[in-house]
Structure formats: C-alpha cells, structure tokens
C-alpha cells in the first residue's frame, strides 16, 4: 500500500484539466421589412457563430499564431463550447426571425430586447442560454451586452457588411463584435475600463495597464526578430507624442504615470484582445486571466445554464437527457457543487463604432 501524494499542476497540467463548459444560444434576427439586408441568412449567423466557436476554443489558430510578444498576455483557451454545435442542424437550430416595423432603428440592447417582446412577449428572452439579437443598431452602435447577464446584441450590419471602425478603416465585420459581445455577456469588461487603480493594478493581472481605448492598433511582423508585434497602441502614441484626435490630449496611456522607458519591456497595450475596442483583424485572443475570469463568471452566473462536457469536437451533448432544460443545453453533468450567489454585475457595456 502506498501512500499517495499529492502533485500541484503546473499551469499547463491545469489548462488541460479544466473541464469544457457549455453553453447554449438562441439567435433571434430583428428583421427591418423595409430593410432586406437586416434579413440575415442563416448562413451568415452560422459563420458568426462558428468563428465564436473557434475562439473560445482556442482553435482560432491562424489567428493565434500572430500572437504578439510585446503587449501582455500569454493567449489562453476558455475551453467554453458554445451550442449548438451545428447551427444548421434542425435538432439543434435556434434562429428566430421577428419583424420590427418598418425603418426602425433600435436603441441598444433595450431596444432588441423590447422590440423581440412585441412579437414573442416573454419568450424574448429564453431562459438557461444565452440570448444573441441582431437588429439595426442607432448611432452607428456595434452592440451591447450585460456584463454577466443573459443577453446582448449586435448590429446587422457588422455581419457581412462593409462597415468599419477606427483610424485604420479596417473592416469589423469579421466576427469579432459578436466575440466581444459574448465576452461581456461571460463577465469581461473592456480593457480600457477606467478605474482608478488602472495603471499600478490593472483589471486583468496579465494585461497593461490601460484607459483609454485602442482604435489603430495592429499586428506587425518584425522581420529582424521574427516576431510578431502589436503596434500604433496608446502607449506607442504617448512615447512618440502623437495626439489622437478623437480623445484631446495626452496623456492617453499609463506611461507617464507608471514613469515607463518607452523602449523597454510592456511598452505596448494589449490591443489584441477581443475586449478592447480595435479592428476586427487585430481582435485575435482572450487574455490566459481573462478566460479564467470568463470561466468563473459562467460558473456563478445563474442566468445560464452552464454545464460539463466534451472539448469542441463533441456534438453528442444535445443528445443526453435533461427534459427539463432546452435540448441545446444539455450537455452531461450539471454542475451542481456550484452554488455561488454571487450578485450579477448589471453593467451594460456599449461597444460604439467611431
Ligand atoms: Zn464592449
């Protein structure tokens, strides 16, 4: 008989043995009847839906290969499986199309919300998942979301069409907004949220300090150090002096307060992180804390129905029992020893197109 000892993961070992966790979504397509473009196909919610899926299992690997060494992180997988797997599969499909009147524009997330509940009453919002509306956004807004809610929404336009944000006029309508979007929902806020500790404690312990947002920052291999880079961030701007004209003047990161030599280490914020506000192709991963912190909220959140499964490859999930849950929710072993009430953070978070 041996006595057994007992081994402390290393982080890795960890990551590894953090359990899947799944989630399910129903879609519901505000459609503007004079509008044909806010009549989003199926096809176009799945790609969206799909690059989520990816993401938040760490199989955006294209992306991920442009990791930048210079402005915080490492990367990490959340390991969060987002069903239904296959959003054309009629089993699992969860895509409901409700008209607005006609030339409607919504005012945020009340406004999807109120606009579905005209035509659903209280089944706008289903119970266990995660609630994703598209409609037309007012004010050129991107979308918004409750921070460790049930709910958030995304404006048809950042799904195929050629709509931009930021100095560079990058495209967003990649699938990053319906990333971030969801990050709120799991209980992430921006990078940049402005709290007076930013600079000398950030809000995620992996990333800089920042506070105001990245709108040209982006990705640059250097061929010298055959490196990729993140570049044109606020910290970048404060040590070059250049002014950005939409937010006054410097200083417009923690350089001068953190006293930073502006060649060294951490020079650069970590504007590839799907919370800050830049181009859809420069939003590339979460944070390794930001996805502990996304794992955590989900766990806690009781507005969802969180639950333990097989990695992103596992479609039998929607095919075990649980009659009382919707069939996209299903997954195997609830997870019951998790009976955290901890208050939900009503924060609603805008996400606006400059
Ligand atoms: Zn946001």
């Known amino acids: 008989m041996s006595m057994g000892v007992e081994q402390v993961p290393t982080g890795i070992e960890q990551e590894q043995q953090d359990p899947w966790l799944h989630v399910g979504v129903v879609i519901t397509v505000l459609v503007d009847p004079s509008n044909s473009n806010t009549r989003l ?8 839906h799909e690059y989520a899926r990816l993401v938040f299992t760490g199989g955006n690997v294209d992306e991920l290969s442009r990791f930048p060494s210079n402005a915080g992180g490492p990367a990490g997988n959340a390991k969060i499986v987002i069903e239904p797997a296959n959003i054309n599969d009629d089993s699992s499909t969860v895509v409901r199309y409700v008209d607005t009147a006609s030339n409607q524009m919504l005012n945020g997330l009340t406004g999807c919300i109120d606009a579905a509940e005209t035509v659903l009453g209280a089944d706008a919002i289903v119970p266990n998942v995660v609630n994703i509306y598209y409609g037309q956004l007012v004010n050129g807004l991107l979308g918004e979301a409750v921070v460790t809610g049930n709910v958030m929404c995304v404006t048809s336009g950042a799904v195929g069409a050629p709509w931009r944000r930021g100095y560079g006029n990058e495209l967003y309508n990649g699938g990053a907004t319906f990333v971030h979007e969801l990050g709120h929902v799991f209980g992430l806020l921006h990078t940049f ?34 490196k990729w880079q993140l570049v044109n961030d606020n910290r970048q701007y404060d040590c070059e002096g250049v002014i950005i004209p939409d937010f006054g003047a410097p200083p417009y990161s923690c350089v001068s307060a953190l006293g930073l030599d502006c060649g060294g280490e951490y020079t650069h914020e970590a504007g590839w992180s799907y919370m800050d506000y830049t181009a859809d192709m420069t939003m590339i991963a979460f944070s390794s804390v930001q996805c502990s912190v996304m794992r955590a909220s989900m766990l806690a959140n009781e507005m969802l129905f969180v639950t333990i499964g097989g990695g992103p490859g596992d479609n039998t999930a929607s095919l075990t029992t649980e009659n009382s849950k919707p069939a996209w929710a299903i997954a195997v072993v609830v997870i019951s020893a998790v009976a955290l009430l901890t208050a939900v953070i009503v924060l609603v978070v805008l996400l606006r197109k400059k």
């Open 41 to 48: 196909e199926v096809s176009q919610i799945s790609a969206q």
């Open 193 to 226: 949220d402005n709290l007076p500790t930013q600079c000398s404690s950030p809000l995620i312990s992996d990333l800089p300090g920042q506070f105001t947002p990245n709108l040209s920052a982006a990705l640059d291999y250097n061929t010298a150090t055959k």
